[in-house]
């Protein structure tokens, strides 16, 4: 049952990765409803599992790394949904299906749903840290979604090589604004999950410490560089998208440095 | 009931003998002299054309006579000018004109608001009455679908209006950004005009001849800069419009370099309108600087053009549509007429229209 939703969740996403492709391939390319829609009900259908899971499991389904993934391709999804609409980027979703259908399929696809073994007790707190820090991660995506979508609208006015995706995004100045306000809002959460693992009770793993106090100081420098007109938007764009393909493929460190110690 | 439409336009005749059709009195008997039960005039300055519905079949010559009237020993030489489409030619001719694909520049929108006050002329003089009301109403529903449906109004199609979307694209909304027209020349002047007409509040001009930059300042709304500080002004300006007609560079990446070292993040667009060019190349290579010529900008016109004359296809198709539904529709309207003693139309009310 729960694999099915996240299944049909994956669909979804597929289904506006398969329209956004059709209509570029046209040269017409429309974002709106439909993508919006098949974000929406991916989301729902992503809580449905999570959901599940967790009832399943009698915690915070954050147990393996299957679920790691999971839980971050939802964060992705729902701060696309709360941001999305306010700075009316709806061709975010065009550019976040791809990567949250990319995430979900290779969580199904590879065999990285080991069931969890451990009977601790649950901890609200480490169950807290880590909940947050996967959202934080879920602005830092989206901030490399507006990072990506700079880049493109970019070096289209740049080399005056204007296609119909150009008429499409929004301005730079406020995909600029856009990726600024999405940093700190990651941000925020990752010092939150930060502070919160102090609280756990837990001995303090010293791997885990250094990779995420560096995914901290990354951005950390991002922003004060940013806010102190030390980097021009076209660099802070480019550090976003490097940023969070750092930070990915740190989290799954600290993903497999957690096996022996699920979260 | 029959449709005709008679009328001449930029496609079948010049500008002159057009403005003396347009400026043509004694149209509001459009309906007695056409001998139709309804009639309205479509009058713009690419066309003058008149829409009318008869019971019974009419010559279109007869219809015609109302248009010729009043400029009758003209009519001969103008002849070929005139085309006549009844029935669906007639439909399918008004939904081509509503969509904009018969227009000079396709994919334009103005058309379909002149139309639409045409309409709402012809029905407050009487002269729509329900099967002109259908056909427009029907009409303005196409040119809407096939906006939303096609991209045939995608794209600006003339130089100053490319400059003013880029603009658009890079900073937003315009009202708050600062722009310095460097040079009277006429095609700068104009787009000036445009950003201003798009929210541009601070417009900065500066001109060799001081004389000549106030008298603008003052006509589009401006102030005057002293041609020896426009340099220092390109600290502060968002946007940069050069058309003088200097025949060496004004700006290169070394002197403009100092000038951009306090506004790392925010970007400064260069329109440079000026023949041989006021800005060097190289300047587009430089962090945060969008540099764009007229050959530049003209590509983009001819691009935006090109896929609105691409759409051309996928209109006809909608339109076909709706030709196709109208003449049903039509068909069942002659049905009810056939029925009846007289057709009934006075059960066609007439709402408010879609302005």
Known sequence: MGRSLLILSTLCFFAAVVRTVLSLRRGQFQPGLFNFTAIAAGFVLQTAFLSVRGHALGRCPLTNLFEVFIFLAWSVALIYLLVGPVYRLSLMGAFTSPLVFLIQFLALLTPIDQPHTSHRAVNSWLELHASVSLIAYGAFALACVAGLMYLVQERQLKTHQIHSVFYHLPPLTHLFEAMTRLLWVGFLLYSIGIVTGFFTGEPLPLVKMAIALSVWVLYATILAARHLRRLAPKSVAALCVFAFSAALTLLWGITFVSQTRPL | ?355
């Open chain 2, 1 to 355: 009931m029959n449709l005709y439409c008679i009328g001449l336009s930029h496609h079948t005749a010049s500008v002159e003998t057009r403005e003396r059709y347009a400026r043509l009195e004694g149209w509001r008997n459009l309906r007695e002299a056409s001998g139709c039960e309804e009639a309205l005039l479509l009058s713009t300055c690419n066309r003058v054309e008149l829409y009318a519905a008869a019971a019974h079949a009419l010559s279109p010559e007869s219809i015609g006579c109302c248009l010729s009237s009043e400029a009758r020993e003209r009519v001969d030489l103008e002849a070929a000018a005139i085309y006549q489409h009844a029935g669906d030619d007639c439909v399918q001719h008004l939904f081509r004109v509503v969509s904009g694909l018969d227009s000079m520049v396709v994919g334009e929108t103005e058309i379909l608001g002149q139309t639409k006050r045409a309409y709402e002329e012809g029905r407050s003089t009487g002269g729509a009455g329900p099967y002109l009301h259908r056909l427009f109403q029907r009409a303005f529903r196409v040119a809407k679908q096939v906006r939303t449906h096609t991209q045939i109004t995608r794209g600006a199609v003339s130089v100053g209006s490319v400059a003013v979307d880029l603009a658009q694209k890079i900073f937003g909304e315009l009202n708050g950004r600062r722009v310095l027209l460097l040079g009277a020349g006429e095609t700068g002047e104009r787009t000036a005009r445009a950003l201003v007409s798009r929210g541009v509040r601070d417009l900065r001009i500066s001109n060799r001849s001081e004389e000549r930059a106030a008298q603008l300042a003052a006509i589009v709304g401006g102030r005057a800069v002293d041609f020896s500080r426009w340099q220092e002004e390109c600290r502060e300006v968002d946007i940069l419009i050069a058309s003088t007609s200097a025949t060496a560079p004004l700006l290169d990446p070394a002197r403009l370099a100092p000038l951009l070292r306090d506004r790392v993040d925010q970007p400064l667009f260069i329109i440079d309108m000026a023949v041989p060019r006021n800005v060097t190349p190289e300047v587009n290579e430089m962090s945060g600087v969008y540099l764009y010529d007229m050959d530049s900008l003209q590509v983009i016109a001819a691009q935006s053009l090109a896929l609105r004359r691409q759409q051309i296809a996928a209109a006809e198709e909608i339109i076909a549509e709706h030709v196709s539904d109208f003449r049903e529709w039509l068909r069942q309207g002659m049905k009810r007429g056939a029925r009846a003693s007289a057709p009934d139309l006075s059960r066609e009310t007439l709402p408010a229209p879609e302005l």
